[in-house]
């Protein structure tokens, strides 16, 4: 079967969670036979690198096709955050010369989707795959300004006005560009609805996922939830093989340093907390660097708190044979972060936010514990308790169960191929 990936950037440059498992969903693909290849972008928007770029490479055995355009290219970059008709142009052209057969979408943003039209028009079979909120949500993460959880587009997309500003643009310079930020917000929620429910199969890994988009007008049933799937074996060896050597009980944060990841809270509950225990905290500084100053201060009053730099792949075991116990505090919607599944890999327990699709991913008090999103005081009872009752955290690591692996995701999307009706 010849299968196009599309996703809003790749590997090697770019290795969040959707583009990692985009990478390792393709090469499970290839190994079983099928024609895979990666239609991407990189996201470098500055005009240095000049008005359209078009560049083919290997990434692990699999073709990709990176493009990278100025942001001035088109005369409204609101409307080409979620519909590039250049970029569609080009996809057209990419289709016919693969004879694609599907085309799975793992995020389109920047990218447009209107390239699911082109798939659509070339008869190939259409497969998106929901990692996050972009599909409702220009600031991808349903939170607003004022740091409070969001449900969907409010009042029609007119309550994304007063709250999204595009990044890399700024503020509009006059009243007839306004008008058209307005226009572009205004007409993105159904519009990117309606390309939603043209597609042929739609997936999420949360029920939780799959119920905000019902929240939002996709129809009750219409998208399947099938969970993530890791290298779950290959991370447990690597953590087996790591030695280990004498160390308080140690709690971990691995993530972007934002305040919707909110690391602070462990620093914050860590400062309540009476024992032998420490925590380390990786992740980048340069995505949210006002926070990050924030963080950096409040880390360096407590001596066992460490900051440390994020970590590749290559580190990833390292990383989690370091730690005891995983830390999840985030207060925006997480849906089913890769680091809690490579965590349950591991054989970690895991303390997260009682929020959004976490819940689905922890159970409470019996392979971790859920406690009140941003409340430090909260987690630092459970986290005093840890330090208390050794045979509280013991019984926690027994009752830990290995992730779904790979093979058994792409079981899954290969069922979804064959199932989607050919056009």
Aim: hydrophobic share 40%; with cysteine; proline share 8%.
């Amino acid at each position: 079967m010849r299968i196009t990936f599309v996703v809003h950037q790749f590997p090697p440059r770019y290795f969040t969670g959707t583009e990692t498992y985009a990478l390792a969903v393709g090469k499970e693909l290839r190994r079983r036979g099928h024609d895979v290849d990666v239609f991407t972008l990189d996201p470098a928007f500055g005009e240095a690198t000049g008005p359209w770029r078009d560049s083919r490479e290997t990434v692990d055995d699999l073709p990709v096709r990176r493009l990278n355009y100025w942001m001035r290219i088109v005369p409204d970059w609101v409307t080409a955050e979620y519909r590039h008709p250049l970029m569609a142009a080009t996809f057209a052209h990419h289709l016919a010369e693969r004879r694609t057969e599907v085309v799975h979408s793992f995020h389109l943003r920047h990218v447009g989707a209107d390239l699911l039209d082109t798939a659509r028009l070339h008869g190939a079979r259409t497969v998106v795959s929901l990692t996050d909120f972009w599909f409702l949500c220009p600031r991808v993460i349903l939170m607003k300004r004022d740091g409070s959880a969001c449900d969907g587009p409010p009042d029609g997309g007119r309550g994304c006005l007063a709250c999204h500003v595009p990044d890399l643009i700024g503020p509009p310079q006059d009243d007839a560009e306004r008008q058209r930020r307005d226009r572009a917000l205004l007409a993105r929620p159904s519009y990117l609805r309606d390309r939603l429910l043209a597609a042929d199969a739609l997936v999420a890994p949360t029920s939780f996922l799959a119920g905000m988009f019902a929240h939002n007008g996709v129809p009750e049933g219409r998208i399947a939830v099938r969970g993530y799937g890791i290298d779950a074996r290959g991370i447990a060896a690597q953590v087996a093989a790591t030695p280990r050597v004498p160390r308080p009980l140690t709690f971990g944060f691995f993530g972007t340093f934002g305040p919707h990841k909110a690391p602070h809270v462990l620093v914050d509950a860590l400062a309540q907390v009476r024992g032998d225990c420490r925590a380390l905290l990786h992740g980048r500084t340069s995505d949210f660097p006002d926070y990050a100053g924030g963080l950096l201060a409040a880390a360096a009053k407590d001596p066992r708190v460490s900051v440390l730099p994020p970590f590749d792949r290559v580190g990833l075991a390292a990383a989690l044979a370091s730690i005891d116990v995983l830390i999840v505090p985030s207060t925006w919607h997480e849906n089913a972060p890769f680091v809690v599944l490579e965590a349950r890999a591991a054989g970690l327990p895991v303390l997260a936010s009682r929020f959004g699709g976490l819940q689905e991913v922890v159970r409470h008090e019996v392979d971790g514990e859920l406690f009140a999103p941003g409340d430090a005081g909260d987690l630092a009872r459970r986290l005093q308790r840890l330090c208390d009752e050794p045979g509280r955290l013991a019984r926690y690591r027994a009752a830990v169960q290995p992730p779904r692996t790979i093979e058994q995701a792409v079981d899954d999307f290969e069922a979804l191929y064959q199932e989607a009706p050919a056009r």
